[in-house]
């Protein structure tokens, strides 16, 4: 996304451009447009009211006419603002490189004088430099620039210490580059950024600040008008004829907050974390663009996907994260979802809730079942319901589920309480039972971790007991068992099992483990670029693999007593989703494939309790049914 496309997404900062824009054009074309004389004064028209004749805005004092003074004052002092703010941050800037890039004695020397500077209080050293210099506008200029040099040096010489010491600056001094060259190519370009919203952000206050001089007198001198100055003529009228304080005053409270809009949406928008998404705050739920009709639900199924398409909008691409998914589950039933990474499992499993983040991410079609109910749209409030009470989840990552600053104790309390109006006693009887469920021992004491306080293994239990504490129909945990050991595992596997077939649970389980999909599933759905490429009977699947591609990934499974079988690894990469070709998309890997293969939609097919996308299987179909 550029970068005006990111300052105009805040709304606070584009009206802070757009007025920003309006009063550097009218400082612009004020020599241009038929004003009074800003300083000829006529003692007979002192205090005309805002709106009289030939005094639109009024006269001061001396008869001058406040229109003109106002623009020609806002002119100058817009002026001298940035002149200071460029001043102070070329100036330093070029301290806190050097000090940043050489560090060891002429950092600290440096430092230490910047740190004098700053132990002053900005505005008591203003004034000293400009009773040293003597009043005027251009040593009021100099004073708000000398004061405001250290802040951007400590800012820029933080940046550069980190920037000093990366691989690039050591490749350059390798290559013979001299200080001064590494400086100016390596570094400068690295820090500029960070100068411009520095800038974007205390130009206003710099504006401020020469203002504040000029209405002390130290600044602009008369008859010469800026904003500071009209102030301070204006004050002994305050009362008597308000208006020749609230013009400029008004003035300046409209620059020095358009500027620091606008800079707040500068330093947004040049954040390279924005740029790429990581910083925007996501919606409450999935946005949904579905286009075409919504497919109707079919089945016994309690959850049943039927064409999901979730796609992210990245700056101009589309990745087609899951393009036209379908499968269902049973209670009591258990979909394993395997494929190789980037395939789109963990993807569609966030699509089911609406937990996929938007922006940038979004649902382009299909529909989600819930016993009937198409999730796909529907409100926060339902959406929020159903979440961990009906539909729950087991994340791979278990600090992404566990809040690092609270007990565990206290978050599967309050996960219990959330969906159900049960006292805080009654809730922790039942997170300790959850806890023991989930072989946690000691469970009494554990309640009172926080969540540093455990392995990975435990923390992932934790997260499985905290799906398991509202008894949902459905449990979709992608990839639960990854952090636990063999023996662990097999207890949580084991107790998983338990749960379905005893309480009827629905589990869909995404997995890369072949030996996890033939312990817990009854059913198989192989997935490769967004869509299943085969699905069936587990055991089916396993013992006459039918895709290219689910057979190869058999093949990368090591089996016990066969160490001396060759394991086949699949050769190529998965396609990008952005740019997927056209047909199957795993021909180019596929040592069958044909230029039937490359060409128009290949559709997932029914064959007997198997589907498949492929036009050349690797299995005679009726045979293996």
């Not at 054009?25 to 241009?32: K, R």
């Not at 290949?602 to 299995?619: N, V």
């Given at each position: ?36 004389d ?36 806002t ?7 940035f ?5 102070a941050?070329?100036?330093g ?23 004098m ?52 600056v ?53 008859p ?31 620059i ?16 390279p ?24 639900p ?7 996907l ?56 979004m ?10 109910e ?14 961990g ?23 599967l ?12 006693k ?41 799906a ?18 063999v023996t ?76 001396k ?61």
């Amino acid at each position: 996304m550029s970068f005006l496309s990111l300052l105009a997404r805040n709304r606070l900062a584009l009206a802070g451009l757009i007025v920003m824009a309006l009063v550097v054009l009218l400082a612009l074309v004020t020599p241009l447009l038929p004003l009074a004389d800003p300083d000829v004064t006529n003692t007979g028209n002192r205090f005309l009211k805002p709106f009289s004749e030939g005094a639109l805005l009024g006269t001061d004092h001396l008869g001058r006419d406040l229109l003109s003074r106002l623009l020609w004052g806002t002119r100058l002092s817009l002026a001298v603002g940035f002149a200071a703010a460029v001043i102070a941050a070329v100036l330093g800037a070029a301290v806190g490189i050097i000090a940043g890039y050489y560090g060891g004695r002429v950092d600290n020397l440096i430092m230490r004088g910047v740190d004098m500077l700053m132990a002053f209080p900005y505005i008591l050293l203003a004034l000293a430099i400009v009773a040293a210099l003597g009043p005027g506008l251009l040593n009021a200029l100099i004073a708000v620039a000398a004061v405001n040099i250290p802040f951007f040096a400590r800012n820029i010489r933080g940046i550069t210490v980190g920037i000093a010491h990366k691989e690039f600056v050591d490749a350059a001094k390798l290559a013979g580059m001299g200080d001064a060259r590494i400086i100016v190519s390596e570094v400068l370009p690295n820090v500029i950024p960070v100068i411009v919203i520095a800038m974007s952000t205390t130009v206003g206050w710099m504006i401020l600040e020469t203002a504040g001089l000029s209405f002390l007198g130290l600044g602009s001198q008369p008859p010469q008008a800026d904003l500071g100055s009209m102030l301070g003529e204006a004050r002994s009228a305050l009362i008597t004829n308000p208006h020749t304080s609230v013009v400029p005053g008004v003035m300046i409270l409209i620059i020095v907050m358009a500027i620091n809009l606008l800079g707040d949406g500068v330093r947004d928008a040049l954040d390279p974390r924005l740029r790429s998404g990581a910083l925007t705050r996501p919606m409450a739920a999935t946005t949904v663009r579905r286009k075409g009709p919504v497919p109707e639900p079919e089945g016994e199924n309690v959850l049943n996907l039927r064409g999901l398409e979730t796609q992210f909008h990245v700056k101009d691409r589309i990745y087609r994260a899951v393009g036209g998914v379908s499968w269902g589950v049973k209670p009591g039933e258990c979909l394993g979802i395997i494929g190789e990474s980037g395939s789109g499992k963990s993807v569609t499993a966030l699509s089911v809730m609406g937990l996929v983040a938007s922006p940038p991410g979004m649902i382009t079609g299909g529909a989600v079942h819930y016993k009937g109910e198409d999730l796909v749209g529907a409100p926060y409030e339902r959406l929020r319901s159903l979440r961990g009470r009906e539909v729950a989840y087991i994340f791979q990552d278990p600090l992404a589920t566990l809040h690092p600053l609270y007990k565990v104790g206290d978050q599967l309390v309050e996960a219990i309480r959330v969906h159900h109006h049960v006292s805080d006693k009654e809730a922790r009887a039942k997170a300790l039972g959850l806890l023991k469920d989930v072989r946690i021992p000691n469970a009494e004491s554990r309640l009172e971790n926080y969540p540093h306080e455990m392995s990975g293994g435990m923390r992932q239990r934790v997260g499985i007991a905290m799906a398991l504490a509202n008894d949902p129909e459905v449990i979709i945990a992608d990839e639960p068992t990854t952090a636990l050991d063999v023996t662990v595992q097999a207890q949580i596997l084991s107790l998983l099992d338990t749960l379905r077939r005893e309480k009827g649970l629905a589990i869909v389980f995404i997995t890369h483990d072949f030996g996890v999909v033939a312990q817990l599933c009854d059913r198989v759905a192989v997935m490769y670029a967004g869509r299943i490429v085969e699905e069936g009977p587990t055991q089916m699947v396993l013992d006459a693999p039918a895709h290219p591609y689910t057979r190869r990934l058999i093949a990368c499974v090591p089996e016990l007593g066969e160490g001396k079988r060759e394991l086949h690894a699949i050769p190529g990469l998965p396609p990008a989703v952005n740019d997927l070709p056209p047909g199957c998309a795993f021909a180019p890997r596929c040592d069958k494939a044909t230029e039937a293969c490359r060409q128009g939609e290949i559709a997932l097919e029914a064959h007997g309790p198997r589907k498949l996308r492929c036009l050349f299987p690797e299995t005679e179909l009726e045979a293996a049914q």
